[in-house]
């Protein structure tokens, strides 16, 4: 077995052309306004508010995804006839161990199908992207069980760090030749425009305006459209691409979130917060969640509309935080439990713009008002897994 290493290397530029500096021009007021934004990323470190302590949904979603990602890891290796060498790319591979159980997924698919047909395994290139501010130093602490885990592989395989947004070039031309992302789409690049009028709600609710749902969609339309045109360029022919998305079921109302969607309860915990002094209603009326949940039909549209990938495979899953039908006695280590997975993600925006102080009263609350909805079963969101193969 060749020895394991790991190196971080800058993303690629967007190419300096005259429309994308139009564009980040006119986005230079709106990025000062919802600066926050820019803190996206998910609670650093390994300690007890860490994503990489709080992620356990995110590897149930993982294992649910896992039958989509083996039969079209097993498709590519067949489409490239047995290749020397496979270039794979976990896209918003957060902070903590989560990317390296999709990557041994992938390498362990790769090593068993070969060794079925009577082929030797290729090399692996393992690329984990994130954003800059991501914390890739507790990824890669975790890069010593991922080896023991794959002991057996009788491949290569290479990991490496790429920083940098999925909605930018990251990587040369016909370079992919499979793309995973997990829970990483339905965060945007921007705060759309256009929200003002959607009041003390950090996202789209039943009582938000149309046009919060529109704004919403539209960025969701301009960011994922971006996604696949960059992504043609970097993938070669026939690569595949497995994303899965956190969406929503179609419903006639657009608006319609469930009593116990988590951005729905952290309005309501915030407005709490305000009801009681501890924020202003203004500071709660400027802040709102870069994220869109898609629904099936506007993945497809999306995906048809843009041209560059056939959807291969398009199912969905229930979202469920394992808190239904629990008795009155479990439901608050729920809510903490809920409370946990929710801070993780969303702590460094909450912190860009309400400071810290608020932070731990915030979540408190956000776990009382979970522990109030513990019995809700109408749930609206799912789990989206999409396979799309290159044209």
């Not at 530029?13 to 803190?39: C, H, P, W």
């Not at 692996?124 to 057996?152: G, M, Q, R, V, Y």
């Not at 479990?330 to 993780?344: F, P, T, V």
């Amino acid at each position: 077995m060749d020895s394991r290493f790991i190196h971080i290397v800058p993303s690629s530029s967007v190419n300096g052309n005259t429309d994308q500096k139009e564009k980040y021009s006119e986005d230079e007021e709106r990025s000062s306004k919802y600066s926050f934004a820019t803190a996206l990323s998910m609670s650093g470190g390994d300690g007890d508010n860490s994503y990489s302590t709080n992620s356990l949904l995110q590897r149930r979603v993982l294992s649910k995804a896992k039958p989509v990602l083996v039969k079209n890891t097993k498709e590519l290796i067949l489409n490239l006839n047995f290749p020397k060498y496979i270039k794979v790319a976990d896209l918003g591979c957060s902070s903590g161990p989560n990317t390296f159980l999709a990557m041994s997924e992938i390498i362990n698919t790769i090593n068993v199908f070969c060794q079925k047909w009577n082929q030797n395994p290729p090399e692996i290139d393992c690329c984990l992207n994130d954003l800059p501010n991501n914390d890739f130093n507790t990824t890669f602490k975790f890069i010593h069980s991922f080896n023991e885990k794959n002991l057996a592989c009788k491949g290569s395989y290479f990991v490496s760090g790429v920083p940098g947004s999925f909605y930018s070039r990251l990587f040369p031309r016909k370079s992919l030749h499979f793309v995973h992302s997990s829970y990483g789409l339905h965060w945007l690049s921007k705060v759309p425009e256009g929200l003002e009028k959607n009041k003390m709600s950090v996202y789209i609710t039943t009582s938000s305006p149309l046009s919060t749902y529109k704004a919403y969609l539209n960025q969701f339309q301009r960011d994922f459209t971006t996604f696949l045109k960059l992504r043609y360029e970097e993938i070669v022919p026939n690569g595949i691409m497995v994303l899965t998305f956190l969406g929503r079921n179609t419903i006639d109302n657009p608006l319609h979130r469930d009593c116990c969607h988590f951005w729905t309860l952290l309005s309501k915990s915030l407005r709490d917060l305000v009801a009681e002094g501890f924020v202003s209603a203004s500071k709660v009326d400027s802040f709102y969640m870069p994220f869109y949940d898609p629904s099936e039909k506007e993945v497809k549209e999306i995906v048809r509309k843009e041209g560059s990938f056939e959807i291969k495979d398009l199912v969905t899953h229930e979202y469920d935080l394992g808190h239904c039908n629990q008795d009155e006695s479990k439901r608050s280590k729920s809510g903490k439990n809920e409370a946990n997975y929710i801070r993780a993600v969303s702590e460094p925006l909450l912190v860009a713009h309400f400071g810290d102080a608020i932070i731990n009263t915030l979540f408190n609350k956000f776990a009382h008002n979970v522990s109030q909805h513990a019995t809700c079963k109408n749930k609206t969101t799912v789990s989206l897994v999409v396979s799309l193969t290159r044209k």
